[in-house]
């Protein structure tokens, strides 16, 4: 799914912010952790008191999402770098979390479409769906 480039980033950063939509369309910006989900090829965002957040509530109301990682490789040259996964929230219950202090719930994002910038050779902007149109709109089974 991801390009070696990417992989190496993802790798490396540990905060990202996602982007909900509220049921009245109002949209929340929330940082976040993330962990890749190798097996499922999944973003997992687990938290402390997931159950009760805004983002948990928002994903259940309404599925899409996206998720922006970045960050600033050099500010003299100013050189920006990130990937933007848009996708499906799928807000999950009584998971095995992966650290002890996290709670039981998660929101898993399936993606459908990766943006890049400043991580290829050139810093090139990428754009790519993955999956079909209209796994775009349907809710993760």
Same mark, same amino acid.
């Given at each position: 799914?991801?390009?070696?480039?990417?992989?190496?980033?993802?790798?490396?950063?540990?905060?990202?912010?996602?982007?909900?939509?509220?049921?009245? !369309?109002?949209?929340?910006?929330?940082?976040?952790?993330?962990?890749?989900?190798?097996?499922?090829?999944?973003?997992?965002?687990? !938290?402390?008191?997931?159950?009760?957040?805004?983002?948990?509530?928002?994903?259940?109301?309404?599925? /899409?999402?996206?998720?922006? +990682?970045d960050?600033?490789?050099?500010v003299?040259?100013?050189?920006?770098?990130?990937i933007? +996964? /848009? !996708?499906?929230?799928?807000?999950?219950?009584?998971?095995?979390?992966?650290?002890?202090?996290?709670?039981?719930?998660? +929101?898993?994002?399936?993606?459908?479409?990766?943006?890049?910038? !400043?991580?290829?050779?050139?810093?090139?902007?990428?754009?790519?769906?993955?999956?079909?149109?209209?796994?775009?709109?349907?809710?993760?089974?």
């Amino acid at each position: 799914m991801f390009t070696p480039a990417e992989e190496s980033y993802l790798k490396s950063q540990l905060l990202a912010r996602l982007a909900t939509v509220a049921p009245d !369309g109002t949209v929340q910006n929330s940082p976040v952790g993330f962990f890749f989900n190798d097996e499922l090829n999944t973003f997992d965002i687990w !938290g402390q008191r997931m159950r009760r957040t805004k983002k948990f509530a928002n994903v259940a109301s309404y599925p /899409r999402v996206a998720l922006v +990682i970045d960050d600033l490789a050099s500010v003299n040259p100013w050189i920006a770098r990130g990937i933007e +996964i /848009r !996708g499906l929230g799928e807000p999950l219950s009584d998971l095995e979390p992966p650290r002890p202090y996290y709670s039981r719930e998660v +929101i898993r994002i399936h993606p459908n479409k990766i943006i890049t910038w !400043g991580l290829e050779e050139g810093g090139a902007y990428t754009s790519r769906r993955i999956g079909t149109a209209s796994q775009a709109n349907e809710a993760p089974a």
